[in-house]
């Protein structure tokens, strides 16, 4: 069983930056594909962006392609999204989620969610 949690959301303005974290604890190995998502309010959830277990490949949603940086420090068992030029539209509960499947296709299912973080961009 691996538990994820995020942090580091908050209010932010437009064009700003954020940082969020997924740390993972319980039985894990590092072997894990890492994704975050996001739900705005009234909308599905969405794909953002995920990571390999070695970090080596990473997928992006084309929203946040060239402004979003996902990356993984496996010995802090911890991944990180990096949000930059933030936009309004951003505005999202940001859920990281973690599958054995070495796969950053999006389209595969997740096995563990973390409880989520909000992020707020004002204008």
């Known amino acids: 069983q691996v538990q994820l949690q995020e942090s580091g959301g908050g209010l932010v303005q437009a064009g700003g930056s954020l940082r969020l974290s997924c740390a993972a604890s319980?039985?894990?190995?590092?072997?894990?594909?890492v994704a975050w998502f996001r739900r705005a309010p009234g909308t599905e959830r969405e794909f953002v962006a995920a990571?390999?277990?070695?970090?080596?490949?990473?997928n992006y949603a084309d929203s946040v392609e060239g402004r979003f940086a996902i990356s993984r420090d496996n010995a802090a068992k911890t991944v990180y999204l990096q949000m930059n030029s933030l936009k309004l539209e951003d505005t999202a509960v940001y859920y990281c989620?973690?599958?054995?499947?070495?796969?950053?296709?999006?389209?595969?299912?997740?096995?563990?969610w973390g409880q989520g973080t909000q992020v707020t961009v004002s204008s």
């Open positions: 989620a973690a599958r054995r499947l070495n796969s950053v296709n999006a389209a595969y299912p997740w096995d563990y």
């Open positions: 319980g039985r894990t190995d590092n072997n894990y594909a």
């Open positions: 990571i390999s277990w070695s970090g080596g490949l990473s």
